[in-house]
Nanobody, 123 residues
């Protein structure tokens, strides 16, 4: 059973950058499709980005396309989310998870959620 731990969140100013990490233990990380989601206060959890097992296919929400980059290092069993040009609307708790099938965009297709890491963007 894989366990995921997110890190790298924090407080940043509008226009700033952060890199989130998601460290995996257990399971076979290199075979998993992975995704990042976020949830802002009072809102539903929403898709941010997803990546296939090799890193060859990456999907992004329209709201982050061109600003965020998802990547992975299978040797380190770690998933990343590089976030540039951050905006106050990006403020949320960010989660990583393993996709078990179906569309990348629907959180019901993910399991083994981490505990999340808080990202706050000040204006």
């Amino acid at each position: 059973q894989v366990q995921l731990v997110e890190s790298g969140g924090g407080l940043v100013q509008d226009g700033g950058s952060l890199r989130l990490s998601c460290a995996a233990s257990g399971g076979t990380f290199s075979s998993y499709y992975m995704g990042w989601f976020r949830q802002a206060p009072g809102k539903e959890r929403e898709f941010v980005a997803a990546i296939d097992w090799s890193g060859g296919r990456r999907d992004y929400a329209d709201s982050v396309k061109g600003r965020f980059t998802i990547s992975r290092d299978n040797a380190k069993k770690t998933l990343y989310l590089q976030m540039n040009s951050l905006k106050p609307d990006d403020t949320a708790v960010y989660y990583c998870a393993v996709r078990v099938g179906g569309s990348s965009y629907w959180d019901a297709n993910y399991r083994n959620w981490g505990q999340g890491t808080q990202v706050t963007v000040s204006s």
